[in-house]
């Protein structure tokens, strides 16, 4: 049966910790020059039905290290759901490419997507989860910090995709996690439940009860893509929850700053505390890639992933 990555939740936590030390090898093999052509000759359709830097150049950019190919769709070359069902789109991709990115706004024409295409579909971001980013993260985490289920990992801002899936990652990493939004931005109620569900989980209001003693503070856009309208709104709605030296004077003297970019330097984040010596965030864009290739090598080539060397230890 073929595997998606639409989220964190569907892999087990051998998977997870197998995509990680995967990534970790493939940047390794990268950083000395091994060539490593696992895909050679597939072709990844890229569809986006929003903006993107990080997700379109990694994905291409991986696709071609690993000796494949990929190709970049527009928001206005398909219109799913609009010019041509996401049905037909994933049935007619499925008789030329090998793998499918979307990225799009409801979760829903991802997993409609995955579920009418023969060949694995990877979610590039939805307004629900952001697994890929999420994926790097942990890398970038591990690189740095070591094993994910130690740490205190704050987010404040918008409970939206990204923050969804910070949860997510908890409920596999069991690192302990603190959420914190203004009110009327909280995750949505499945995603609370499970916050709550967590040993060491906490939703609340209150910016500095998230960042008390923390390792690392995560933050994101205030606006995501396609709230554009909103954004005067939730300038006034968020101004409390920026992350600066007052917030991070909380955490701990040497928490990680992370973001998944793009920022709106001065909004969720200031110049000092994302240029400062604590920020990981071009870390973090720079393991999208390695991340992704790790994805792709593991949908399309999964023998690749269960005969790697088992972990010395554990590794979330
Ligand atoms: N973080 C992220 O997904 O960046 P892009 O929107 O530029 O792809
Ligand atoms: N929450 C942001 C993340 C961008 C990578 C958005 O959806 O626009």
Redesign the pocket.
Known sequence: MKRDFLDLSSLTAAELDGLLRLAMRLKAELKSGLEHPYLRGRTLAMIFQKPSLRTRITFETGMAQLGGHAIYLAPQDIGIGERESAKDVARNLSRWVDLIMIRTFAHATCVELAREAAVPVING?TDLL?PC?LLADLLTLRERLGALRKLKIAFVGDG???ANSWIEAATMAHFELRVACPAGYDPELSFQSRLRNLQGGLLTHDPVAAVRDADVVYT??WT??GQEREAAKRRRDFKDFQVNRALMGHARPEAVVMH?LPAHRGEEITDEVIDGPFSVVLDQAENRLHAQKAVMVWLLRPEILTHQAPAANDSL
């Open positions: 971001l952001h980013q939206f995709n990204l994101d856009t995501s893509m998944c």
